[in-house]
Nanobody
Framework: QVQLVESGGGLVQPGGSLRLSCAVS????????LAWYRQAPGKQREWVAG???????NYADAVKGRFTISRDNAKNTVYLQMNSLKPEDTAVYFC??????WGQGTQVTVSS
């Protein structure tokens, strides 16, 4: 069974940065399409960013130019570098692998 474990969330001031990590178990990491989602209180979960096996990336308009998704196949880990954070980025962030497997989420709070 594939397991995903996110880390790196926390409290940050507006304008600050955080880097989220998601460690993925198993030997098939390099063939997975990976993505980050987020869910704010009272809202539906939304897609944030994705990365293919060829390192092609895509971003939601709300985070384009501020967030960067990357992957390290040697470490079975996908990252989300978040810069210029805004209060509206506050949410639980989840990673997803191959459109099937979810992590448990990590809380990101942007507040002064």
């Amino acid at each position: 069974q594939v397991q995903l474990v996110e880390s790196g969330g926390g409290l940050v001031q507006p304008g600050g940065s955080l880097r989220l990590s998601c460690a993925v178990s198993g030997s098939s990491f390099s063939i997975y399409v990976l993505a980050w989602y987020r869910q704010a209180p009272g809202k539906q979960r939304e897609w944030v960013a994705g990365i293919t096996t060829s390192d092609i990336t895509n971003y939601a308009d709300a985070v384009k130019g501020r967030f960067t998704i990357s992957r390290d196949n040697a470490k079975n880990t996908v990252y989300l570098q978040m810069n210029s954070l805004k209060p509206e980025d506050t949410a639980v962030y989840f990673c997803r692998a191959q459109g099937m497997y979810w992590g448990q989420g990590t809380q990101v709070t942007v507040s002064s």
